[in-house]
């Protein structure tokens, strides 16, 4: 037995890449798959019915999904996916927002249409796909539910010529902290991911660094992050909530998230010669800081 049978899950974008890995997966742990997909180029720009191809292949292995070709970037999109999930298999319990594209931009040529397009598909997009299932989580208390984000490292750390993406994957770290919070007492965990993999999204910017490009190399596979998910989707993953789980080259890795790490005090207004005084002192606490996580994520071998 599957560790999410008789469950049912939505997976956004999973028409290819990892979405489609974490939809495959899912149905082979048993669960019944909302495979959505608008289908479109990397852009976002065009649309198609590959979440079909994706359902085909979980039914052949006699798995259990429904397509969806609705965009996540709408309210309307996101009520339609969930209807989805509802009327083909009566209930919800696991929304995976996985959906994304890119329209990398410097600032100087960043246009309105491609802040907004990105922003929309990720950040909105969170939230199109999340509101509905948390208004049914409180209507119907259903418990043991499961929200599973994407953000990215660009938005975690910051990457060159990514600032529209970077702002939403960083909105989505903030969003699940709350979402997170908020569904607390319905028992409902909600999770984000930190991926790293070749697919169409990234397998261009890899060779453009000298990297190699190799879907099929286990460290590089897309399908590395579905085992993660269905983990976290399980029951198994009751206790793990509002976290960032990094899972790239064959590792799995929890991130640090913001805290303050050292600070001053006095009574009164701070002076220009205190805070001359302070901040290289506070530079270098962070300094030592990163220093000392970054030997403490070494990876271990299991
Ligand atoms: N691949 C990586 O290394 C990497 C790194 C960091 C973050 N991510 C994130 O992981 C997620 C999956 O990325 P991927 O690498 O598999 O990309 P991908 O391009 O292979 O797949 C993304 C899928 O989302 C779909 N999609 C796009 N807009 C949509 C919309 N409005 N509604 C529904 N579906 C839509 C696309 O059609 C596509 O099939 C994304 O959120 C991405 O930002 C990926």
Redesign the pocket.
Known sequence: MGILEGRTAIV????????KGIAIRFAAEGANVVV?????A?D?TGGSR?ADEVVDEIRSAGGSAAPNH????TVE?GRNIFRTAIREFGALDILVN?????RDRTIFNLEEEDWDAVLD??LK?HYCCSRPFARYIRETNRAGCRIIN?????GLYGNFGQSN?AAA?AGIAGLSRVLALELAKYGCTVNTI?????????ADLRASRGMQVDENAPEQS?NQIAPVCAWLASEAGQDMTAQIIDV?RGWIGIMQQPRVIRKFSKEGMWNNREIDLIMPQLLKAKQDHDAAVDDAAEPTPV
């Open positions: 956004t974008g999973a028409g290819r890449g990892i979405g959505n997909d608008l289908g479109g990397t976002g590959i609705d965009s996540v970037a999109g996985n959906a994304g594209i890119l598909v990720h997009g994407f953000s990215s490292v660009s993406y994957k930190s991926p790293g993999a070749t697919t169409r999204m990234t897309p790239m």
